[in-house]
Nanobody
Framework: QVQLVESGGGSVQTGASLGLSCAVS????????VAWFRRAPGKEREGVAA????????YYDDSVKGRFTISRDIGQSTVYLQMSSLKPEDSGEYYC????????????????????WGQGTQVTVSS
């Protein structure tokens, strides 16, 4: 069983930066694809970024390329999402999720491919 605990999030103004963290409680941290999803009000959950933790290969939605960075700290078993130049349309509930061990990242990510989910953290960007 993999448990994910998110932290970070909050309310900021347009153009600000914010960082999210996802602590992964699993010794085989390197064998997972971890992704960040967001659900904007009235919209379906969508993939924002993903990373194959083992080698750091990462993927981004076009809407966040150049503004968001996914990274990991292997020693801390944590995946981060650093968000900059935030826009109101970035607002939503952000979730980190992990695929079962040794299931590679596929982009764009499919929600049903991810078995393990964090509780979500709210990001609100005001204009």
């Amino acid at each position: 069983q993999v448990q994910l605990v998110e932290s970070g999030g909050g309310s900021v103004q347009t153009g600000a930066s914010l960082g999210l963290s996802c602590a992964v409680s699993r010794t085989e941290f390197l064998s997972h694809c971890v992704a960040w999803f967001r659900r904007a009000p009235g919209k379906e959950r969508e993939g924002v970024a993903a990373m194959w933790v083992g080698d750091g290969t990462s993927y981004y939605d076009d809407s966040v390329k150049g503004r968001f960075t996914i990274s990991r700290d292997i020693g801390q078993s944590t995946v981060y999402l650093q968000m900059s130049s935030l826009k109101p349309e970035d607002s939503g509930e952000y979730y980190c999720a992990a695929r079962p061990a040794w299931q590679t990242c596929i982009w764009p990510p499919k929600i049903n491919d991810y078995d393990y989910w964090g509780q979500g953290t709210q990001v609100t960007v005001s204009s």
